[in-house]
Nanobody, 125 residues
Framework: QVQPVESGGGLVQAGGSLRLSCAAS????????MGWFRQAPGKEREFVAA????????YYADSVKGRFTISRDNAKNTVYLQMNSLKPEDTAVYYC??????????????????WGSGTQVTVSS
């Protein structure tokens, strides 16, 4: 099975940038849609972005559209989330997840079978 491992979180001031990485441990990400989700304290886990395996189409939550960019380097078995113009409300634990390519519900966490343990992103005002 594929095991995502996140890195790159940290503390940043509002308006700053961070790049999260998600590397594959075990199997590769081949054949998987890769997604990023986040969970803030006291809130439910929410969709952030996803990139499909079949054609690389990207999807974004409205709250991050125009600020975040998801990309995947299949040769390196790594997925990235470039986060620009960060806001305090972006503070959360960010999770990388993998879903079999044939599942269409990229926005829904229950479509994803494999999850990383998360990386903390804190944006100070």
């Amino acid at each position: 099975q594929v095991q995502p491992v996140e890195s790159g979180g940290g503390l940043v001031q509002a308006g700053g940038s961070l790049r999260l990485s998600c590397a594959a441990s075990g199997r590769t990400f081949s054949g998987y849609t890769m997604g990023w989700f986040r969970q803030a304290p006291g809130k439910e886990r929410e969709f952030v972005a996803a990139a499909t395996w079949t054609d690389g189409t990207s999807y974004y939550a409205d709250s991050v559209k125009g600020r975040f960019t998801i990309s995947r380097d299949n040769a390196k078995n790594t997925v990235y989330l470039q986060m620009n113009s960060l806001k305090p409300e972006d503070t959360a634990v960010y999770y990388c997840a993998a879903a079999p390519y044939y599942r269409r519900g990229v926005y829904y966490s229950n479509e994803y079978d494999y999850w990383g343990s998360g990386t903390q992103v804190t944006v100070s005002s």
